[in-house]
């Protein structure tokens, strides 16, 4: 048996004659056991509920009566996010954003009901699940269980005698290593039998399951290469200690809050008062369809009345009402864009910064990439919302095109008794509306988001046996 | 006095103590400056909604005061509410960075507008704000390990433990002393920064000194627990080290494990699904209105509005205030679930609270959100403000469409302003 598995084994040994690292071992495992479940059961409890909701929402559209086109234009359709099943792993933004969205006319609506307005303050304090037990808690014990590994047998003057003994310097860090390692895996290895179990089931693609886990052994990895070289460096167990909790309490706790609250004073975002309101003016300058002199409008009139060869909207062999209703939502959903797109790219640059502080901080590129990997990021959520607007401008423009060919101008105008009747069209209408039907990214899309991340913590553990390695070489020499 | 002296000049001396203790200050003035920052970010947006509204409602006026129809103007304008940062609440951000501060509404149906978010990024938001009370709950602790992990441990390996009991009145006195000395170290790096923030924030001295109770006795808890520790003296091979890890692992648990494990089984004891269905009952509701007689709503509308029933009855052809009642009666129609919903996010906040009774980490988040009017709470009843408001608006509005009073340029200004003691 080699000297590094030798010494790896006696570490073990030595771990597990101490009962408070053996309970603590216990006790993230059995955390990350309940983690797996609730969040997993959470999930599809949510995924559940949000499909329920969706096929009651859609099945309220088409059981509609018969009606103007332009009164379904405001009644609208309810469209829920729904969630996909790594989230159960890392729920990532989910309970941040709203999960349901009213898709009507002339608007573009905020996402609502997002748990975190409809939870108690508990929800700020993180959501247990088994990314956060892996990011936050796991290096903890890794810390608590290793610190002393190499500077316990400086200090008590053993590992002169290892030396003696023939073990080389490099076999002693690596046996430390291994052990601590061994550990790491053993940590983890719940979290990842759960995200097994997760990718068992339909619809989830291997490649972001790959890279949720290889992210996840490189910063298990990286901790341990981390706790091993202060334990190479430090002079006293006590100072080990204290430097590792020092690096844990900033690179999990400091960093990844500080670094959002600079991003965000840095990259401001307008509110959504400051935005309607921009909405509108542009809008007014654009073409103001209250203003029956408004030459935008009086254009379009103009060439639609030419197109069609007539003088008169009475004339025309379409509804004119309709028509306009078809140019005024194209006016209004070009300027909704404009302004969404601003918001996002803003949130964009907010997140790169952010993510750039995975250099201060693993914990951040680890977040980043769990989150992108599992599709529960921002640009999950902006995939929602780019689906939910097409869907709504879609779905009004076909409502509004229904209006023009099925409602006679005639109708549309009159005020008579018997015009409301006259004005409805058929219910089976409804029916052909598209239904909204979200396509989740694919694999390689998800695994794509997750390549910074992993290509942050690969120069990490990198950077971190490096160092071991320059480390290693002076070890004992003091 | 001389003992005092020579205790803290023996603690300044400790190169890690000053250090932590400096560190600590650091990053409490760190998280007041950025809580002040983002509060003033808060008021300059809420400062800025005069001009913008100005603006929005005076091209409305513009164009309705040409036929004067009360109608458009109640349909088109929106009106502006909004929630000041209390003057703590730079202190604990709380919710109001994930719940909206300023809110627009219209005097059409409000069930289907005041749930309604603002712009935010979820990211950022993700993790939890940076602010004076993540400094104190979640930071402060950590500090507390490292003055008080090897207070008494710490003389029992440096072998002095048994002179300093042979010393008239033993080793006990000592240990207070230096218990007192880095207690009050800590308090002041954590609090001094705070309580110059809520002067310049010109809080009241009755919220800040409960806050400042709040983090004394928050921080007592956790030494208070240090001794605890120390005591067991965990067996002969313990030393300061395995100490601080053990009982690091309760802080872990207090600060981090149990609030997340809470949270997930209050959102299952509590369920409030309702807050999608609100919406689409309500939708339900009001769209119901253009497939039955106009006459059943306006009959529904005023047996809830008796005053307004002297009005004209309905023309033939559209008339705002009919589309209006059926807002109102499409509101009224799911008073229920919104009442029900309520209870449940009150539940919800209660059970967290009843929680904080027994954990002292969110105990004290809850009681600073509070302090600060940025929990659950003061959402809720920024929330009734609106409702107040909103029901303002109607009134203000039905008096012109119900009487078929021309609306013009002037009764814009005369619309009713959100603030004041009417909304409380």
Redesign the interface.
Known sequence: MSATRLIARDELRLMARNR?AVV?VL?ILV?TL?AVL??WS?QRDLAE?RQR?QA??TA?FEA??D??PH?VV???Q?L?RPLGALAAFDP??DA?????M?AEGHRQ????????????????????TPA?VLQ??AP?LL??LG??AVVRETERGTLRSLLVGGAARGEVVRGKALALGLVAALVGLPAMAGLALIAGQAGVQALPVAAIALGYALYLALWVALVVLVSVLARR??DA??VL?LAW?VTV??V???A??M???AIP?????????GV??DL?RVG?S??PADPTFAAFKARTLARYGVARVEDLPVNYKGLLAVEGERITSRLFDRYAAA?FAA?ER??AA?AAAGLLSPAVAI?QLS?AAAGT??AG?RRFLDQAEAYRFALVQKLNRLEADAVSYADDTA???GADRRKRVDAHHWTEMPRFAFAGPDGAELARGAVPGLSLLAGWLAAAVAALWFATRRLGVR | MRVWMLELRLLLRAR?TVVAVLLLTL?SA?AVT?GM??VS?QRA?IA??AS??A??VG?IAK?VNEKKDPGSAAYYT?H?TWDAPSPLAFAAL??RD???F?Q?VRALGLE?QI????????????????DWS?VLV??MP?FV??LFH?LSSGEREAGRARTLAAVPGGIAPVLRRRTALRLGAILLAAVLPFAVGAALSGAQPLPVSAAIGLAAAYALFWVGAAALVSRLRWSSTA????L???W??LV?VL???V??????A???AVP??Q???I??AQ??QV?RA??IPREETMRRFYAGHPRLADSAPLP???HYKWYFAFHQVGDEGVAGRVAAYRAG?ER??A??DA?GLVLP??GV??AL?RLART??EA?LAFQDRVRAYHRRLRDFYYGYLFYDRPFGTADFARAPRFGGIADD
């Open positions: 408070v603590a006790l955390l309940v609730t969040a959470h509920l909701q009651a929402a309220a509609q009566p009606r103007h009164r405001h009644y609208g309810f829920f990532g933004v941040f954003t709203g999960s349901s009213f609506n905020t996402a609502n009901f997002g748990d975190v307005r409809q939870g108690s303050l508990l929800t700020r304090f993180g959501q247990l956060f936050s808690v903890l810390i608590f610190f002393g167990s006590r200690l204290l909790l309490a706790v400091l990844p809050r500080a959002p609250e991003a965000g004073r975002l307008a509110n959504r008062l400051e935005t309607d309101v509108a003016r007014r103001d209250h203003n918001g949130q907010q997140n952010v977040r989150m990021n921002f959520h005020e008579d008794p | 890690p990053l760190a950025g920052a983002e970010h947006a800025r909604i913008a509204q603006e929005d091209a164009w929106f502006a709380g919710m994930v719940a909206p300023i627009r289907a749930y309604d978010g603002d712009n935010f990024n979820p990211e950022l938001a993700l993790p939890g704000r940076f993540f979640f930071l950590l390990i490292v090897d030393n300061a080290a395995t601080a890890a053990a690091l692992v872990l600060v981090l494990v609030p997340t494990f809470a949270n997930v209050i959102a299952r409030v699904a807050g999608a269905e919406a689409l939708r339900e769209n253009w497939d033939t052809g559209f996010l919800r906040g059970a967290a929680l980490s969110v988040q809850a959100t929990d659950l959402q």
